[in-house]
């Protein structure tokens, strides 16, 4: 290699890219015309593009044109401050360099700086020059004769050179010469820096596009994940048929995800085996309904009872050429254990991004959610089965026994009645008290049993009882009196006191009066029941917008919010709350409330500190012009 040698201090200093180093720090006052025009034109060029490899060409090529010289070339130096020929204009028979690298170890040292400060480097005779034997070599191979070179300085650092051989004699480089190369030089170190800085804007714009790209690609998975997931959360609320679920969760994800296989597999209640419930794929064979023995696999199903996700490349025994696989298993888990897993496939070539695995992950949560959800939904469906069962069968019994008991209770009663005729023919008025008191309670116990009887078979014959009705209008003022007279005597015997509301100038209205006589016989006898000594029972009738409402309230007693939902029950009985003992069987105010909806209206109660309400609101035809 040629040894640049600049720490000589002769004014000779040897060079390979020139040969005296010499200091043109005068310009000239006045420049030729051609020059000026082929400064301007190459600066006008450098403007208008930003193809640099064109700008240098052109320069090289009318450098060579107007300095009248066999070769002009452009040196571009690599990171390793090794340098190529990157650009020529030869004339024949001048031979070519192009594309000639040459490299020098000592050109950092000895020659970087002067270069980068802009010193020209001048030979007019290379015979005559004192060069390094390297150096010497090298110019005599390429045949040069004179030598002239300009650095090329980009972006303050050292780019190239700009070079002019004369080849056919030495040649007194003139000062205007050196101008003009030096002129050019700046120029190319401009385009340089340009296309280089056109080069990072094309980079960056290729950046950001690609960025632009990913992230619209993540966004349009992230809507697609979005969707898939919502269609699994509303398939769970809309359906609680889990095969149909499942199979749903499969083929979305195996589509939206385009992979090759994803299947369920679900446990068995002890964990020994998991079985495909269902897959979606587009290879053979199709899996569905095999089993997997846990045992088999207890490193695996060891890792996923931590309820984390795998995944992990292994042979496919799926594919008949035992080929490579990549494979994702989410577990699907609740808060009360592992309930089966979510498998994944794909070429061994492509795996499951984190975008995807935290997709699967979610839509494994929703598959739990939807498992349990089924489950229990088919639990309840058992149950409520078993329930209506067992009510049927309740009441079948009920309608026996209260057919059963309908014969004998009659019978009592004839007998009753029979044997009270008898004892009024015979004795007249000369029965003793307690013989009379006798006779009422065992008169009064047949009316009750057989009052039960009838509760019971209506309770049972409900549906019937409304063929039965027989609607007429019907005056209050007139018939709640006739509703309650029985109840004062009971009354007053236990320190009641009794009101009756009614409102005045009370329209008419039509129902089923012997309907209404029963249910309000219900609430006042409840009424009697539950009212302590001192207290006041108020009946209450007033009109509305479309009908009647009745209430009956009685002060004294509060029902606790918990019994007030299940009062209306069949056979339930607030307990404790019979201050006189009568007993009963609960199905009262279950009655009540089967009657009024009957009539199309509605009973609710409202019970306070001290004070409770039943109120009934039928809508019913009214007038007051009958």
Same mark, same amino acid.
């Given at each position: &290699?040629p040894?640049?040698?600049?720490d000589?201090?002769?004014?000779?200093?040897?060079?390979?890219?020139?040969?005296?180093?010499?200091?043109?720090?005068s310009?000239?006052?006045?420049?030729?015309q051609?020059k000026e025009?082929?400064?301007?034109?190459?600066?006008l060029?450098?403007?208008?593009?930003?193809?640099?490899?064109?700008?240098l060409?052109?320069?090289?090529?009318?450098?060579?044109?107007?300095l009248q010289?066999?070769?002009?070339?452009?040196?571009?130096?690599?990171?390793?401050?090794?340098?190529?020929?990157?650009?020529?204009?030869v004339?024949?028979?001048?031979?070519?360099?192009?594309?000639?690298?040459?490299?020098?170890?000592?050109?950092?040292?000895?020659?970087?700086?002067?270069y980068?400060?802009?010193?020209?480097?001048?030979?007019?005779?290379?015979?005559?020059?004192?060069?390094t034997?390297?150096?010497?070599?090298v110019?005599?191979?390429?045949?040069?004769?004179?030598?002239?070179?300009?650095?090329?300085?980009?972006?303050?650092?050292?780019?190239g050179?700009?070079?002019?051989?004369?080849?056919?004699?030495?040649r007194?480089?003139?000062a205007?010469?050196?101008?003009?190369?030096?002129?050019?030089?700046?120029?190319?170190g401009?385009?340089?820096?340009?296309a280089?800085l056109?080069?990072?804007v094309?980079?960056?714009?290729?950046?950001?596009?690609?960025?632009?790209?990913?992230?619209?690609?993540?966004?349009?998975?992230?809507?697609?994940?979005?969707?898939l997931t919502?269609?699994?959360?509303?398939?769970?609320?809309?359906? *609680?048929d889990e095969?149909?679920?499942?199979? /749903?969760? /499969?083929?979305?994800?195996?589509?939206?995800?385009n992979?090759?296989?994803?299947?369920?597999e679900? =446990?068995?209640?002890?964990?020994?085996?998991?079985?495909?419930?269902?897959?979606?794929?587009?290879?053979?064979?199709?899996?569905?309904?095999?089993?997997?023995?846990?045992?088999?696999?207890?490193?695996?199903?060891?890792?996923?009872?931590?309820?984390?996700?795998?995944?992990?490349?292994?042979?496919?025994?799926?594919?008949?050429?035992?080929?490579?696989?990549?494979r994702?298993?989410?577990?699907?888990?609740?808060?009360?254990?592992i309930?089966?897993?979510?498998?994944?496939?794909?070429?061994?070539?492509?795996?499951?991004?984190?975008?995807?695995?935290?997709?699967v992950e979610?839509?494994?949560?929703?598959? %739990?959610?939807?498992?349990?959800q089924?489950?229990? =939904?088919?639990?309840?469906?058992i149950?409520?089965?078993?329930?209506a069962?067992?009510?049927?069968?309740?009441?079948?019994?009920?309608?026996?026994?209260?057919?059963?008991?309908?014969?004998?209770?009659?019978?009592?009663?004839l007998?009753?009645?029979?044997?009270? %005729?008898?004892?009024?023919?015979?004795?007249?008025?000369?029965?003793?008290a307690?013989?009379?008191?006798?006779l009422?309670?065992f008169?009064?116990? #047949?009316?009750?049993?057989?009052?039960?009887?009838n509760?019971?078979?209506?309770? #049972?014959?409900?549906?019937?009882?409304k063929e039965? &009705?027989t &609607?007429?209008?019907i005056?209050?003022?007139? #018939? *709640?009196?006739?509703?309650?007279?029985?109840?004062?005597?009971?009354?007053?015997?236990?320190?009641? %006191?009794?009101?009756?509301?009614?409102?005045s100038h009370?329209?008419?209205?039509?129902?089923?009066?012997?309907?209404i006589?029963?249910t309000? %016989?219900?609430? *006042?006898?409840?009424?009697?029941? =539950?009212?302590?000594?001192?207290?006041?029972?108020?009946?209450?009738?007033?009109?509305?917008?479309?009908?009647?409402?009745?209430?009956?309230?009685? /002060?004294?007693?509060e029902?606790?919010?918990?019994?007030?939902?299940?009062?209306?029950?069949?056979?339930?009985?607030?307990?404790?709350?019979?201050p006189?003992?009568?007993?009963?069987t609960?199905?009262?105010?279950?009655?009540?409330?089967?009657?009024?909806?009957?009539?199309?209206?509605?009973? =609710?109660l409202?019970?306070?500190?001290?004070?409770t309400?039943?109120?009934?609101?039928?809508p019913?035809?009214?007038?007051?012009?009958?």
């Open positions: &290699m040894d640049f040698n600049l000589q201090r002769s004014e000779q200093a040897p060079s390979f890219y020139g040969g005296v180093i010499s200091d043109h720090n310009v000239p006052t006045s420049l030729s051609p025009n082929l400064v301007a034109a190459i600066a060029r450098i403007r208008q593009s930003l193809d640099l490899e064109s700008i060409k052109q320069t090289v090529a009318e450098v060579r044109q107007f010289t066999d070769r002009v070339l452009i040196y571009r130096f690599e990171p390793d401050l090794s340098g190529v020929i990157a650009v020529e204009s004339r024949k028979p001048a031979q070519s360099v192009y594309g000639h690298k040459i490299e020098d170890p000592c050109f950092a040292d000895k020659h970087l700086e002067r980068k400060q802009g010193r020209v480097h001048i030979i007019n005779d290379v015979s005559t020059a004192e060069l034997p390297c150096y010497g070599e110019l005599k191979n390429f045949g040069v004769r004179a030598n002239l070179v300009v650095p090329i300085v980009a972006s303050e650092e050292l780019w050179l700009l070079i002019a051989h004369h080849c056919d004699s030495p007194q480089w003139q205007s010469e050196v101008e003009l190369l030096k002129q050019l030089a700046t120029q190319v401009i385009a340089v820096q340009q280089e056109y080069d990072r094309k980079s960056l714009n290729s950046y950001l596009e690609q960025k632009v790209k990913q992230r619209t690609a993540k966004l349009q998975n992230s809507i697609k994940f979005e969707t919502r269609k699994v959360t509303q398939k769970i609320r809309d359906s *609680l095969p149909q679920i499942l199979q /749903t969760v /499969t083929q979305e994800i195996g589509q939206i995800l992979i090759e296989r994803c299947k369920i679900l =446990y068995n209640g002890d964990r020994h085996h998991a079985e495909v419930v269902c897959e979606y794929t587009t290879t053979l064979p199709n899996c569905q309904g095999s089993i997997r023995q846990v045992a088999d696999f207890p490193e695996l199903d060891q890792q996923l009872l931590q309820k984390e996700s795998l995944q992990f490349v292994e042979i496919s025994e799926l594919n008949p050429l035992n080929t490579q696989a990549t994702l298993v989410c577990p699907i888990f609740d808060d009360r254990g309930l089966g897993n979510l498998w994944l496939l794909r070429p061994k070539e492509q795996f499951f991004q984190s975008s995807e695995i935290m997709l979610q839509v494994a949560n929703q598959c %739990a959610i939807a498992i349990r089924a489950r229990l =939904y088919q639990q309840s469906q149950q409520v089965k078993e329930l069962r067992l009510n049927f069968l309740k009441d079948d019994f009920l309608k026996t026994i209260s057919h059963e008991l309908r014969t004998p209770m009659s019978s009592i009663q007998a009753s009645e029979t044997l009270e %005729a008898l004892l009024e023919k015979e004795m007249g008025d000369h029965r003793s307690t013989f009379t008191k006798v009422n309670i008169r009064s116990a #047949c009316h009750r049993q057989n009052q039960l009887v509760d019971l078979l209506t309770l #049972c014959y409900i549906d019937a009882e039965l &009705m &609607m007429q209008w005056d209050l003022s007139v #018939c *709640l009196p006739q509703i309650v007279a029985p109840f004062k005597e009971r009354i007053n015997n236990q320190q009641q %006191a009794l009101i009756i509301d009614l409102e009370l329209p008419r209205f039509k129902s089923d009066i012997s309907t006589k029963r309000l %016989a219900e609430l *006042l006898n409840n009424a009697c029941k =539950y009212t302590p000594s001192g207290e006041t029972i108020t009946v209450t009738a007033s009109s509305t917008n479309n009908g009647i409402k009745l209430s009956v309230c009685n /002060t004294g007693i029902i606790p919010p918990l019994e007030q939902q299940r009062v209306f029950d069949k056979f339930y009985r607030i307990p404790n709350r019979d006189w003992k009568f007993g009963g609960g199905i009262g105010l279950a009655l009540v409330k089967n009657l009024i909806q009957l009539l199309n209206g509605t009973i =609710y409202n019970s306070q500190p001290g004070k309400i039943f109120t009934i609101e039928l019913c035809e009214t007038t007051k012009d009958l």
